[in-house]
T-cell receptor, first 115, second 111 residues
Framework: GAVVSQHPSRVICKSGTSVKIECRSLDFQATTMFWYRQFPKQSLMLMATSNEGSKATYEQGVEKDKFLINHASLTLSTLTVTSAHPEDSSFYIC???????????FGPGTRLTVT | KNEVEQSPQNLTAQEGEFITINCSYSVGISALHWLQQHPGGGIVSLFMLSSGKKKHGRLIATINIQEKHSSLHITASHPRDSAVYICAVRGEETSGSRLTFGEGTQLTVNP
Protein backbone atom coordinates (compact mmCIF):
# COMPACT_ATOMS: atom_id res chain seq x y z
CA GLY A 1 0.00 0.00 0.00
CA ALA A 2 0.91 3.63 -0.22
CA VAL A 3 3.50 4.82 2.28
CA VAL A 4 4.25 8.22 3.67
CA SER A 5 7.53 8.66 5.50
CA GLN A 6 8.67 11.34 7.90
CA HIS A 7 12.16 12.26 8.94
CA PRO A 8 13.32 12.50 11.59
CA SER A 9 11.09 10.35 13.77
CA ARG A 10 12.17 12.22 16.86
CA VAL A 11 14.31 15.27 17.44
CA ILE A 12 15.53 17.16 20.47
CA CYS A 13 16.69 20.71 19.95
CA LYS A 14 17.63 23.71 22.00
CA SER A 15 15.38 26.70 22.39
CA GLY A 16 15.99 29.26 19.65
CA THR A 17 17.13 26.82 17.00
CA SER A 18 15.20 25.76 13.89
CA VAL A 19 14.13 22.25 13.03
CA LYS A 20 13.13 20.87 9.66
CA ILE A 21 10.81 17.90 9.30
CA GLU A 22 10.47 16.12 5.98
CA CYS A 23 7.40 14.32 4.69
CA ARG A 24 7.66 12.11 1.62
CA SER A 25 5.14 10.12 -0.34
CA LEU A 26 7.02 7.02 -1.41
CA ASP A 27 4.97 5.46 -4.19
CA PHE A 28 2.47 8.05 -5.31
CA GLN A 29 2.32 11.70 -6.23
CA ALA A 30 0.79 13.84 -3.53
CA THR A 31 -0.89 16.90 -4.93
CA THR A 32 -1.84 17.99 -1.44
CA MET A 33 -0.10 17.43 1.87
CA PHE A 34 -1.34 18.28 5.34
CA TRP A 35 0.54 19.04 8.52
CA TYR A 36 -0.99 18.22 11.86
CA ARG A 37 0.01 18.74 15.43
CA GLN A 38 -1.07 16.48 18.25
CA PHE A 39 -0.84 17.14 21.97
CA PRO A 40 -0.93 14.26 24.47
CA LYS A 41 -4.34 12.61 24.78
CA GLN A 42 -5.80 14.93 22.15
CA SER A 43 -6.86 14.53 18.57
CA LEU A 44 -4.97 15.82 15.56
CA MET A 45 -5.09 19.54 14.91
CA LEU A 46 -4.65 20.69 11.33
CA MET A 47 -1.93 23.29 11.05
CA ALA A 48 -1.75 23.87 7.32
CA THR A 49 -2.54 22.50 3.91
CA SER A 50 0.05 22.65 1.17
CA ASN A 51 -0.37 22.16 -2.54
CA GLU A 52 2.62 21.43 -4.71
CA GLY A 53 4.10 24.57 -6.17
CA SER A 54 1.95 27.04 -4.25
CA LYS A 55 1.90 28.68 -0.85
CA ALA A 56 0.52 26.76 2.07
CA THR A 57 -2.84 27.63 3.58
CA TYR A 58 -2.55 27.99 7.33
CA GLU A 59 -5.29 27.40 9.85
CA GLN A 60 -6.39 30.21 12.10
CA GLY A 61 -3.99 30.73 14.96
CA VAL A 62 -1.03 29.04 13.27
CA GLU A 63 1.86 31.42 12.69
CA LYS A 64 3.06 31.10 9.12
CA ASP A 65 6.39 32.74 9.91
CA LYS A 66 7.05 30.27 12.68
CA PHE A 67 5.96 27.13 10.88
CA LEU A 68 7.39 27.36 7.38
CA ILE A 69 6.00 24.89 4.91
CA ASN A 70 7.50 24.11 1.53
CA HIS A 71 5.93 21.70 -0.95
CA ALA A 72 8.47 21.86 -3.73
CA SER A 73 7.65 18.58 -5.42
CA LEU A 74 4.84 16.08 -5.70
CA THR A 75 6.59 13.74 -3.27
CA LEU A 76 8.12 16.06 -0.67
CA SER A 77 6.85 18.62 1.79
CA THR A 78 8.87 20.13 4.60
CA LEU A 79 7.85 21.81 7.83
CA THR A 80 10.42 24.05 9.48
CA VAL A 81 9.82 25.13 13.06
CA THR A 82 11.76 28.35 13.35
CA SER A 83 13.19 29.70 16.61
CA ALA A 84 11.71 26.78 18.47
CA HIS A 85 10.49 27.20 22.03
CA PRO A 86 9.56 24.58 24.63
CA GLU A 87 5.87 25.17 23.92
CA ASP A 88 6.49 23.96 20.35
CA SER A 89 7.27 20.52 21.75
CA SER A 90 4.67 18.24 20.26
CA PHE A 91 3.99 15.35 17.90
CA TYR A 92 3.87 16.52 14.29
CA ILE A 93 2.18 14.34 11.69
CA CYS A 94 2.00 14.82 7.95
CA UNK A 95 -0.54 13.35 5.61
CA UNK A 96 -0.52 13.09 1.85
CA UNK A 97 -3.44 12.97 -0.52
CA UNK A 98 -3.21 10.64 -3.47
CA UNK A 99 -4.98 12.70 -6.10
CA UNK A 100 -5.76 9.68 -8.25
CA UNK A 101 -7.39 7.56 -5.56
CA UNK A 102 -8.50 10.43 -3.36
CA UNK A 103 -7.12 8.44 -0.46
CA UNK A 104 -5.29 10.16 2.39
CA UNK A 105 -2.25 8.48 3.92
CA PHE A 106 -0.57 9.43 7.17
CA GLY A 107 3.08 9.55 8.08
CA PRO A 108 4.46 7.96 11.25
CA GLY A 109 4.92 11.31 12.95
CA THR A 110 7.84 13.29 14.37
CA ARG A 111 8.20 13.89 18.08
CA LEU A 112 9.81 17.27 18.69
CA THR A 113 11.21 18.15 22.09
CA VAL A 114 12.55 21.65 22.62
CA THR A 115 14.73 22.08 25.70
CA LYS B 1 -21.42 19.72 19.95
CA ASN B 2 -18.52 18.26 17.96
CA GLU B 3 -19.12 17.55 14.29
CA VAL B 4 -17.73 14.06 14.80
CA GLU B 5 -18.49 12.11 17.94
CA GLN B 6 -17.18 8.71 18.87
CA SER B 7 -18.35 6.25 21.47
CA PRO B 8 -17.20 4.88 23.71
CA GLN B 9 -14.24 7.06 24.68
CA ASN B 10 -12.58 4.14 26.42
CA LEU B 11 -13.15 0.45 25.93
CA THR B 12 -11.59 -2.51 27.72
CA ALA B 13 -12.15 -6.01 26.41
CA GLN B 14 -10.90 -9.52 26.94
CA GLU B 15 -8.99 -11.24 24.20
CA GLY B 16 -11.35 -12.87 21.73
CA GLU B 17 -14.26 -10.51 22.29
CA PHE B 18 -16.13 -8.82 19.47
CA ILE B 19 -15.64 -5.07 19.61
CA THR B 20 -17.69 -2.22 18.18
CA ILE B 21 -16.70 1.42 18.06
CA ASN B 22 -19.24 3.95 16.87
CA CYS B 23 -18.91 7.25 15.05
CA SER B 24 -21.67 9.78 14.45
CA TYR B 25 -21.30 12.96 12.45
CA SER B 26 -23.50 15.96 11.89
CA VAL B 27 -22.42 17.22 8.46
CA GLY B 28 -22.74 15.91 4.95
CA ILE B 29 -19.63 14.03 3.99
CA SER B 30 -17.85 12.74 0.93
CA ALA B 31 -15.85 10.10 2.80
CA LEU B 32 -15.20 8.72 6.26
CA HIS B 33 -11.88 7.36 7.50
CA TRP B 34 -11.11 4.98 10.32
CA LEU B 35 -7.58 5.42 11.64
CA GLN B 36 -5.52 3.50 14.18
CA GLN B 37 -2.89 5.11 16.37
CA HIS B 38 -0.58 2.98 18.48
CA PRO B 39 1.18 4.24 21.62
CA GLY B 40 4.27 5.10 19.58
CA GLY B 41 2.15 7.69 17.78
CA GLY B 42 2.16 6.56 14.15
CA ILE B 43 -1.20 6.59 12.41
CA VAL B 44 -2.40 3.85 10.12
CA SER B 45 -5.33 4.38 7.80
CA LEU B 46 -7.61 1.35 8.22
CA PHE B 47 -10.52 2.20 5.95
CA MET B 48 -11.93 4.91 3.76
CA LEU B 49 -15.67 4.59 3.24
CA SER B 50 -18.25 6.50 1.30
CA SER B 51 -21.00 3.87 1.43
CA GLY B 52 -21.75 0.32 2.49
CA LYS B 53 -19.25 -1.92 4.16
CA LYS B 54 -15.58 -2.86 3.91
CA LYS B 55 -13.69 -5.77 5.44
CA HIS B 56 -10.00 -6.31 5.96
CA GLY B 57 -8.94 -9.31 7.97
CA ARG B 58 -10.63 -9.11 11.37
CA LEU B 59 -11.73 -5.54 10.84
CA ILE B 60 -15.07 -4.52 9.40
CA ALA B 61 -16.26 -0.97 8.81
CA THR B 62 -19.81 0.03 7.93
CA ILE B 63 -21.41 3.33 7.15
CA ASN B 64 -25.02 4.49 6.96
CA ILE B 65 -25.09 7.77 5.07
CA GLN B 66 -28.75 8.48 5.83
CA GLU B 67 -28.23 8.06 9.56
CA LYS B 68 -24.80 9.75 9.50
CA HIS B 69 -23.27 6.88 11.40
CA SER B 70 -20.38 4.50 11.00
CA SER B 71 -19.16 1.55 13.03
CA LEU B 72 -15.81 -0.19 13.25
CA HIS B 73 -15.93 -3.82 14.33
CA ILE B 74 -13.06 -6.00 15.44
CA THR B 75 -13.68 -9.73 15.54
CA ALA B 76 -11.64 -12.08 17.74
CA SER B 77 -9.87 -9.17 19.38
CA HIS B 78 -6.23 -9.52 20.37
CA PRO B 79 -3.98 -7.52 22.72
CA ARG B 80 -2.13 -6.15 19.70
CA ASP B 81 -5.38 -4.42 18.70
CA SER B 82 -4.91 -2.14 21.70
CA ALA B 83 -4.66 1.36 20.27
CA VAL B 84 -6.59 4.55 19.78
CA TYR B 85 -9.13 4.35 16.97
CA ILE B 86 -10.05 7.61 15.31
CA CYS B 87 -12.97 8.41 13.05
CA ALA B 88 -12.44 11.27 10.59
CA VAL B 89 -14.77 12.71 7.98
CA ARG B 90 -14.21 14.69 4.84
CA GLY B 91 -17.01 17.16 4.22
CA GLU B 92 -18.96 17.52 1.02
CA GLU B 93 -17.93 21.10 0.51
CA THR B 94 -14.46 21.38 1.88
CA SER B 95 -11.44 23.08 0.48
CA GLY B 96 -8.26 21.06 0.31
CA SER B 97 -9.89 17.82 1.45
CA ARG B 98 -9.68 18.76 5.10
CA LEU B 99 -10.59 16.04 7.60
CA THR B 100 -12.54 16.59 10.80
CA PHE B 101 -11.47 14.17 13.52
CA GLY B 102 -13.33 12.54 16.36
CA GLU B 103 -11.76 12.48 19.80
CA GLY B 104 -10.74 8.86 19.43
CA THR B 105 -11.57 5.67 21.27
CA GLN B 106 -8.90 4.13 23.48
CA LEU B 107 -9.17 0.36 23.15
CA THR B 108 -7.40 -1.96 25.55
CA VAL B 109 -7.58 -5.69 24.94
CA ASN B 110 -6.41 -7.79 27.85
CA PRO B 111 -4.99 -11.29 27.41
Amino acid sequence: GAVVSQHPSRVICKSGTSVKIECRSLDFQATTMFWYRQFPKQSLMLMATSNEGSKATYEQGVEKDKFLINHASLTLSTLTVTSAHPEDSSFYICSALDGNLYEQYFGPGTRLTVT
Amino acid sequence: KNEVEQSPQNLTAQEGEFITINCSYSVGISALHWLQQHPGGGIVSLFMLSSGKKKHGRLIATINIQEKHSSLHITASHPRDSAVYICAVRGEETSGSRLTFGEGTQLTVNP
